[in-house]
């Protein structure tokens, strides 16, 4: 399995996630110009990452530029055909813009930036330390599709608190239900606000996100959390 990373003009997060999945986890990794086209180095076993940052500066609305780059029809068509496509914070955006992910993720509920850790847990149950860094990553829904989301088992990952307790207070940007990562239909999109690229190393005193990446991207189908 092998990796391919997308630079967008005001990535800031794309050599974070380079270097956890070449050099923390060992997989090679194509580094993909925003402007280029050409995935004909990849198949369906491999994944296309958006990775995090201010895509055009989020001058427009957070991701809505990126969603028109000509490498982003070309990963359209690769998650069409069943390739695996993970977007985390802005790549989770862009995700949305581009209709690859139902919902959008909105303006913090108490409107300021928030950079801190968190706790996330899946169908696992045990809750995972994980850095959060943006100003736009309240994850908005109508009911229908939060319904939707829910039954068909697609919210991967909720904020907790360290104790695995889903509650208003471990919800860092006041998300609906407390989502902090989903998956599309078909469980080959998978998009979620927290930054596990920034927990690979044990440099850095937290390895959480080593699981976080292997579960999503690494198992053969995505847990959902409850």
């Not at 001058?59 to 359209?76: E, H, K, N, T």
């Not at 509920?109 to 996330?120: A, D, L």
């Not at 994850?139 to 068909?152: F, Q, V």
Request: glycine fraction near 10%; hydrophobic fraction near 40%; charge should be negative.
């Amino acid at each position: 399995m092998k990796f391919g990373v997308v630079i967008f003009p005001g990535s800031n997060c794309d050599s974070d996630m380079i270097y956890a999945l070449r050099e923390d986890l060992g997989y090679e990794v194509i580094e993909l110009w925003h402007k280029d086209k050409d995935l004909s180095a990849f198949n369906t076993t491999d994944c296309i990452v958006l990775p995090g940052g201010f895509s055009f500066g989020d001058y427009l609305r957070c991701g809505a530029i990126a969603r028109f780059s000509p490498m982003m029809q070309s990963v359209i068509a690769f998650a069409q055909k069943g390739g695996k496509v993970l977007g985390v914070c802005n790549g989770f955006q862009i995700l949305c813009e581009a209709g690859l992910l139902p919902g959008v993720l909105l303006r913090n509920e108490n409107m300021k930036f928030v950079c801190r850790n968190i706790y996330i847990k899946g169908e696992d149950g045990v809750p995972a330390k994980i850095p959060l860094a943006h100003g736009e990553g309240r994850y908005y829904a109508d009911e229908k599709t939060l319904d939707l989301l829910e039954n068909n088992n697609q919210v991967m990952y909720r904020y907790c608190n360290e104790l695995g307790e889903i509650t208003a207070a471990a919800n860092p940007n006041g998300s609906l239900r407390n989502i902090a990562g989903i998956a599309n239909a078909a469980r080959n999109v998978f998009g979620m606000m927290p930054h596990p690229e920034r927990a690979c190393n044990a440099a850095l005193g937290n390895t959480d996100g080593r699981k976080i990446l292997q579960d999503l991207l690494l198992a053969g189908s995505t847990v959902s959390a409850h």
